[in-house]
Nanobody
């Protein structure tokens, strides 16, 4: 099974930017779709943020549309989440996930998960 390791989280001020990375342990070019999720506190359900598939289709939650961009570099088996215009409400633990089930609504169901990277946005 693929293993995923996120990095790139940190603390920024409102309006700032961060780029999260998620390195996969195997070739990602043809087998998987990917998603980013976030959880704002340990007791909350993970919130879907964005998904992409191997056909290049990308989809976003309304809360991040226009500010976040999901992308991948197959040469280095890495998924990215570029986050611009960050807001305090974006503060959360961010997780990447890989899966094999793509829904027509533009959602990739995660089967394999990384450990998460913390993003904190101050006002």
């Amino acid at each position: 099974q693929v293993q995923l390791v996120e990095s790139g989280g940190g603390s920024v001020q409102s309006g700032g930017s961060l780029r999260l990375s998620c390195v996969a342990s195997e070739d990602i070019s043809s087998s998987y779709c990917f998603s980013w999720f976030r959880r704002q506190s340990p007791g909350q359900v993970r919130e879907w943020v964005a998904s992409s598939n191997r056909g290049g289709v990308r989809s976003y939650a309304d809360s991040v549309k226009g500010r976040f961009t999901i992308s991948q570099d197959n040469a280095v088996n890495t998924l990215y989440l570029q986050m611009n215009g960050l807001k305090p409400e974006d503060t959360a633990m961010y997780y990447c996930a890989a899966g094999t089930k793509w829904y027509s609504s533009g959602y990739c169901a995660g089967t394999y998960w990384g450990q998460g990277t913390q993003v904190t946005v101050s006002s």
